[in-house]
């Protein structure tokens, strides 16, 4: 029978001085634990477990319009994810022939003003929800796929001139990494639209295996396709792309990263306050639509 030991707990002069904490002398975990010793310390009584357990105690706050207003948030963290991307294309991804183009100077502008366009609608397709299921999810897959296919604008062209061999791709290579992420980003957004694999055997997967559990692995693994694309470019463009023109300023990132969560909170706060407008015995809050709309729909 497979026994599991908790992990040993060591004193404050037994790790390096990096992990001390003010005054807290005993119960920090080993700096090298695996994985499984970091699930099975949530379960030990060490310095940091009532640290991690407390992040719960907001659940008792939780009603229909947190529930909304958490969606808000995320739809917030992914639209200003899809920025995130746009630096790094603008920065080593862009093909030779746009470098000088208005299209390169205004590539993060308008991918700032996508992640606007994606908090919006994204969270304007949770109201008609009940009413227009088909409708909400088209929004909040169009929400998504547009700044996926705006940030990847550099990629596609560089795609396209390498396409078949008949050009001599030189700068405009793509690295594998580059094929993997795309490849796993239209996987992505398959499996969010299609529901697969759970609508070709409803209950079979209801707890592993379900087309959400499968999208999350594949935007991770995406994510990590994309950030080793990203490295590869730097590395073999950085020298070439130094000799075009001087690179960007950290002040201007970072002014628009800054005007952008900015919009993106604004635009949340916004929604949150229509969610407050509307009663208490709106459907959108009670989880179904009014049992007069069921008998409706059946009859």
Known sequence: M?????PQLLRVHQVPRVFWEDSIVSGYRRPTSSALDCVLSTFQMTNETVNIWTHFLPTCAMSPRARHICYFL?????????????FP???YSMPASWLHSRLRQLFVPTAALNSFLCT?????SRFPELESPGLSKALRTAAFAYPFLFDNLPLFYRLGLC???GHSCGQEALSPSHGYHLLCALLTGFLFASHLPERLAPGRFDYIGHSHQLFHICAVLGTHFQLEAVLADMGARRAWLAAQEPPGGLVGTVATLGLAVAGNLLIIAAFTASLFRVPGTCPLLQGGPPEGGVLAKQQ
Request: some cysteine; charged content about 5%.
């Open 2 to 6: 497979l026994s599991l030991k908790l």
């Open 74 to 86: 995320d739809y917030g963290a992914l639209s200003l994810y899809s920025l995130g991307c746009a």
């Open 89 to 91: 294309y603008a920065a």
């Open 120 to 124: 919006g609608l994204s969270c304007y």
């Open 163 to 165: 396409w078949g061999g």
